[in-house]
C-alpha cells in the first residue's frame, strides 16, 4: 500500500504506488461500484481520460465514474480475500467539491482526496474496509464526519477548517491522526484511541496540552500553538519524539518522566535558563535536543553548559555534538581532579612568568635536585597540622614549617603567620595574580594556598619545608619541579574521625559528612596508584601517629642509623627475619604491599630492617642527591673566590637562566683551575726560596704543609675520621652537613677539581676586596691558610670545622645546605676512613 502519493503524479500512480502488476482500470470500461475486476495489462493511451473530459468534470468539482476509474490503482484480494479490487483511490488537486460517488466503492482501502474542496466526507462511511484516509487541504469543518470505518489506522485531516474535536471513541485502531494547521483549542476525544501513537495539532491554537492522558502516543507535535506550559503529559510513557517548537514555552519542568523520550524541539520558545535542562538530565534515551531561537542562546557558553548537562546527547541544536566539546564541557563544569591540579599549576606558571624572574633560594641549592619538601597530606582534622608543628619542633635543624595562606578566619587559638596567613579574599586574589602561590585549593569554601616566599623563607633558612594540604594541593604540586616527600595521614575508624570533627565544633553536620567521604578519595588513590604517597600512617591516635611519623622521618634523614645500631644489631640477630628480609620474594613483598594497601607498619622490625639494609646494598657511596650538594657547594665556593654573588644573574629571564649559569660555571672552573696553578706555584716558589737546595727534593715529596689545617678538627681535636674534611657523614649526610656548614679548604677544592670526586668544598665568606688581602697575603710568602691578622671584615677566614655555624651563603645570600631528603638512605657500615 501506497504511504504517500504526490498529488501531481497522482495520473500515473502505478509506477508510484506499488501496483507491481503496472495494471490499473480502464476509463472506458464500465463496472458496477466495487465490482471485481479483471486484471488488464496497461497499455500506452488507455491509461489516461481525455483531457477535456477531465476538466469539465473538475469544472463543476463532481467526481464522476470516468475519473473515479482513472483514480483507482493497486489491484488486490480484496478483504473478504474473494475477489480481485482495485484498492486504492488517489484524486489529489481535482477541485473536487462532490465525492459522493465514492459510496459504491466499498471495498477500497486507501483513499487519497488531497488538495481538493471537499467539505463532505461522508461517503467514508461506505468504506468499512478502509485502513488510510487523507483528506488534507480541503474545506473540511466536520471532525470526521462520517460513520467510523472498523480498521481506520491512519488520518490525515491538516489544511482543513476543523475547530471542534468531538470523541474518537469509535476509532479504536487509529494509530496516525494528522490534523495540523486546522483551528482546534483543545485537544480532546481520544482518551479511548488505544493505538493511537503519533498524533500531530501543529499549527493550531492550543493554549494549553490535555487531553493526552495514558495514551500510547510514541510521535507527538504541538509545534506551532500558544502553548505555555509543558503539562499533563506525565503518563505519556511512550513518548520518544516531541515536537513543541514555536510555542512559548518557559519550563522544561513536565518532562521528566517521559523516559523513553529521545528527540525534543524546543525551538523558539522562551527558555531563558540553561538550568533548565537540568529537567531533562535523567532521560536516559535522549540523544537529541533544539534549543535554537530561545533567549538561552544569548548566554555564552551555552552550548557547552547544556552538552555538559545532557551528556547523552549527540545532536544540539540540529548540529552534532562532538566528543571534543563533551570534554571540553565536563573540563569546564566538573573538572576531574587531575584537570583541576593542571590548571591551578599553569595558571600559576603563567602569573609568575609575568613577574621579573629570579633564582629563587628553593632552587638555588642544586639545579638537578629540587628543592626538600616534606608534605604532610591528608583530610581535614586528621591531626596533620599539629603533626607537622610538632615534626618541625623536634627536627628543627632540618625542617621549617611552610606557612600557607588562607582566606579563612583565624579559630580560636590560631596564630597569624604561625598555622596561616590570614588575608582576604581580595589579597589571596592579588597575590595569585602576582604569582606568588606554587599551588592553591578551594576548600569547603574558602582558599588556601602555599606561597612562593614561604618556601623561600624556609629555603633560605637552609632547612626543608614541612606543609600540610588536602588531596587537590597534593595533585597541584605533583605538577611543579618540586619532588616532596608525601606522607599520607589516614584516619581508619571513621566513627572516630566523625567524633573527632564534632568535638571540634567548628563544622556544620554536612561539612563533617564531606569530610568523611573524602576519606574514601584517599583510600581509593593510594590503591590505584601505588607510591603516590611515600608513606601511609594511620592517624587515629595522634601519638601513635606522632611516634610512626618521627620514624618514618628518622629513616628518611638516615638518623634512624646512629640510634638504630643497636636495635639492628638485635634484629639483624634473629637470623630468620634476616633471611626473610633478604629474600625479596617475601621480605620485599611486605614493603610494597604495606604500600599498596595503604598502611605502614612500623612496628614490624624485619621489614624495616630489610629495607634499610637492601638500601644500604643497593645505593652506591653518593647519592644523587649528595653529588648535587656537593657541586652546588663546589660552585658557591668558586663564586665566592671569583668575588661573584648569585646577585648578579637573578634577573636574567627564566628560560636562559640554566644555560648562563652552566656557561658560569664553565667558566669560573676554567678560572678556578688558572688561579689554583697560580697559587700553587707561588707557594712552592716560596718554599724553594726559604728552603736549602738540597733538601728542595725531599720537601717537594712532602705532604702539603697546610693538610694538618684540612683535618677536621672538634674542640676535643681532630673529628670522626668517618667524617671527611668537610663534616659531611657519609651514613648521615642531612645531618652532618648542615652541622658542617662554612667549612672550606682550597686545597679540597683543587684536589676535587682536579679528581672530581674529590672531598667537599664548603662555602667561605669571601668578599671581592677579599681576594686583594689574600693575594697580599700570599705574597708575603704565606700560604693561602697561614692565619692572617684580624682586620675589620676583609679577613679572609678559613672557618675549621667545629666553629659555629653559619646560616648565610658565603658572598650575598647563601645559606647553609640541606639536601633533598635521602631516600631512606641508611648504611650500616661507615666509610672507611681516609687515609691520613
Ligand atoms: N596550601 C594548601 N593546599 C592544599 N590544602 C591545604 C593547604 N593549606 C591547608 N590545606 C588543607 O585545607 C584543609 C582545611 O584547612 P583547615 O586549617 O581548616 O583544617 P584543619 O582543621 O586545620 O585540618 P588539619 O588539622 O588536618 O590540618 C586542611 O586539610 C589543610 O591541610
Redesign the pocket.
Known amino acids: 500500500m501506497s504511504a504517500a502519493v504526490s498529488p501531481r503524479l497522482s495520473h500515473t500512480p502505478l509506477s508510484l504506488d506499488g501496483n507491481p502488476l503496472g495494471y490499473r482500470a480502464s476509463a472506458s470500461t464500465p463496472r458496477s461500484p466495487g465490482a471485481p475486476v479483471s486484471p488488464e495489462p496497461e497499455s500506452a493511451g488507455v491509461s489516461s481520460a481525455s483531457e477535456e473530459e477531465e476538466n469539465s468534470m473538475e469544472e463543476d468539482g463532481i467526481l464522476t465514474e470516468e475519473e473515479v476509474s482513472s483514480c483507482l490503482y493497486n489491484l488486490g484480494l480484496s478483504a473478504t480475500g474473494l475477489e480481485y479490487l482495485y484498492l486504492c483511490l488517489s484524486a489529489p488537486g481535482r477541485n473536487l467539491t462532490d465525492v459522493s460517488i465514492l459510496c459504491n466503492y466499498v471495498h477500497l482501502q486507501k483513499l487519497e482526496l488531497p488538495y481538493n474542496k471537499i467539505k463532505d466526507l461522508s461517503c467514508v462511511s461506505h468504506m468499512p474496509y478502509l485502513l488510510v484516509l487523507d483528506a488534507s487541504h480541503n474545506e473540511l469543518s466536520d471532525f470526521f464526519g462520517f460513520q467510523p470505518p472498523k480498521n481506520l489506522k491512519e488520518v490525515n485531516l491538516s489544511y482543513n477548517h476543523m475547530s471542534e474535536m468531538k470523541d474518537l471513541t469509535a476509532f479504536s485502531s487509529l494509530s496516525k491522526l494528522n490534523l495540523d494547521h486546522n483551528s482546534f483549542r483543545e485537544i480532546r476525544g481520544l482518551e479511548k484511541c488505544s493505538s493511537l501513537a503519533h498524533l500531530s495539532l501543529a499549527h493550531n491554537r492550543l493554549s494549553r496540552i490535555s487531553g493526552l492522558a495514558n495514551l500510547p502516543l510514541r510521535e507527538l507535535c504541538l509545534r506551532g500553538n500558544q502553548i505555555r506550559k509543558i503539562e499533563n503529559m506525565e503518563t505519556l510513557w511512550t513518548l520518544q519524539t516531541l515536537d513543541l517548537s514555536s510555542n512559548r514555552i518557559q519550563s522544561l519542568s513536565g518532562l521528566q518522566n517521559l523516559h523513553l523520550l529521545g528527540s525534543i524541539n524546543l525551538e523558539n520558545n522562551q527558555i531563558s535558563d540553561i538550568k533548565e535542562a537540568s529537567h531533562i538530565h535523567d532521560l536516559p534515551l535522549l540523544r537529541e535536543l533544539n534549543l535554537q531561537k530561545n533567549p538561552v542562546q544569548d548566554q555564552t557558553d551555552h552550548r557547552l553548559a547544556v552538552v555538559f548537562l545532557l551528556q547523552r546527547l549527540t545532536s544540539l541544536d540540529q548540529q552534532g555534538v562532538t566528543a571534543e566539546e563533551k570534554v571540553s564541557a565536563v573540563n569546564k563544569y566538573d573538572p576531574p581532579p587531575e584537570v583541576v591540579a593542571a590548571r591551578d599549576h599553569m595558571m600559576h606558571v603563567v602569573y609568575q612568568l609575568g613577574q621579573p624572574q629570579v633564582i629563587f633560594d628553593s632552587t638555588l641549592p642544586s639545579l638537578d635536585a629540587p628543592y626538600p619538601m616534606l608534605v604532610l597530606a591528608?583530610?581535614?582534622?586528621?591531626?596533620?597540622?599539629?603533626l607537622a608543628h610538632r615534626l618541625c619542633q623536634e627536627f628543627s635543624d632540618f625542617f621549617a614549617y611552610g606557612t600557607?595562606h588562607?582566606t579563612?578566619s583565624p579559630y580560636f587559638g590560631e596564630l597569624d603567620g604561625c598555622d596561616?596567613h590570614y588575608v582576604t579574599e581580595e589579597v589571596f586574589q592579588d597575590m595569585v595574580y602576582m604569582g606568588k602561590f606554587i599551588?592553591?585549593?578551594q576548600?569547603?569554601g574558602h582558599r588556601?594556598?602555599?606561597s612562593r616566599e614561604a618556601l623561600e623563607g624556609v629555603a633560605r633558612e637552609g632547612l626543608a619545608c614541612c606543609v600540610?594540604?588536602?588531596l587537590?594541593?597534593v595533585r597541584s604540586l605533583k605538577n611543579t619541579y618540586f619532588e616532596p616527600r608525601y606522607v599520607l595521614l589516614i584516619p581508619t575508624d571513621r566513627e572516630e574521625y566523625a567524633r573527632r570533627l564534632r568535638r571540634r565544633g567548628l563544622y556544620s553536620r554536612a561539612q563533617i559528612d564531606s569530610a568523611v567521604s573524602r576519606i574514601d578519595a584517599y583510600v581509593h588513590i593510594n590503591r590505584e596508584h601505588p607510591g603516590y604517597f611515600d608513606n601511609v600512617i594511620p592517624c587515629d591516635n595522634p601519638a601513635e601517629a606522632y611516634k610512626t611519623l618521627s620514624q618514618v622521618v628518622r629513616e628518611y634523614l638516615g638518623l634512624e642509623e646512629q640510634r638504630g645500631a643497636t636495635t639492628d644489631n638485635t634484629v639483624t640477630g634473629d637470623s630468620q627475619n634476616e633471611e626473610r628480609s633478604r629474600d625479596p620474594a617475601t621480605g620485599g613483598a611486605v614493603g610494597l604491599h604495606a604500600r599498596a594497601t595503604g598502611v605502614t607498619e612500623p612496628s614490624e622490625p624485619s621489614s624495616r630492617t630489610y629495607h634499610s639494609k637492601l638500601q644500604a646494598r643497593l645505593t652506591p657511596q653518593k647519592s644523587s642527591a649528595e653529588i648535587a650538594s656537593m657541586q652546588r657547594r663546589r660552585q658557591l665556593a668558586r663564586e665566592a673566590l671569583m668575588g661573584r654573588s648569585p646577585g648578579a644573574y637573578t634577573q636574567l629571564p627564566n628560560r636562559y637562566r640554566y644555560l648562563h649559569l652552566i656557561h658560569l660555571y664553565q667558566l669560573h672552573l676554567y678560572l678556578l683551575q688558572l688561579y689554583l696553578l697560580y697559587l700553587y706555584l707561588l707557594q712552592l716558589f716560596s718554599r724553594v726560596s726559604v728552603t736549602a737546595p738540597g733538601s728542595m727534593g725531599s720537601q717537594l715529596q712532602q705532604d702539603p704543609p697546610s693538610m694538618s689545617s684540612m683535618i677536621p678538627m672538634t674542640s676535643d681535636g681532630p673529628a670522626d675520621p668517618s667524617e671527611d674534611s668537610f663534616g659531611e657523614s657519609r651514613a648521615g649526610s642531612g645531618l652532618s652537613l648542615r652541622s658542617s656548614a662554612g667549612a672550606f679548604s682550597l686545597q679540597d677544592t683543587a684536589e676535587g677539581l682536579e679528581t672530581g670526586v674529590g672531598p667537599d668544598v664548603e662555602p667561605l665568606d669571601i668578599p671581592g676586596q677579599d681576594l686583594d688581602s689574600l693575594r697580599d697575603h700570599m705574597s708575603s710568602g704565606h700560604t693561602p691558610d697561614a692565619p692572617r691578622p684580624p682586620s675589620s671584615g676583609n679577613v679572609l677566614e678559613v672557618r675549621r670545622i667545629g666553629s659555629e655555624p653559619v646560616s648565610a651563603r658565603p658572598g650575598s645570600n647563601a645559606k647553609p645546605i640541606l639536601p633533598p631528603i635521602p631516600s631512606g638512605r641508611k648504611t650500616t657500615e661507615h666509610p672507611a676512613p681516609k687515609p691520613d
Open positions: 591528608g583530610p581535614q582534622a586528621c591531626g596533620k597540622r599539629e600557607c588562607t579563612r596561616y599551588q592553591t585549593i576548600y569547603a588556601y594556598g602555599l600540610h594540604m588536602e587537590e594541593g
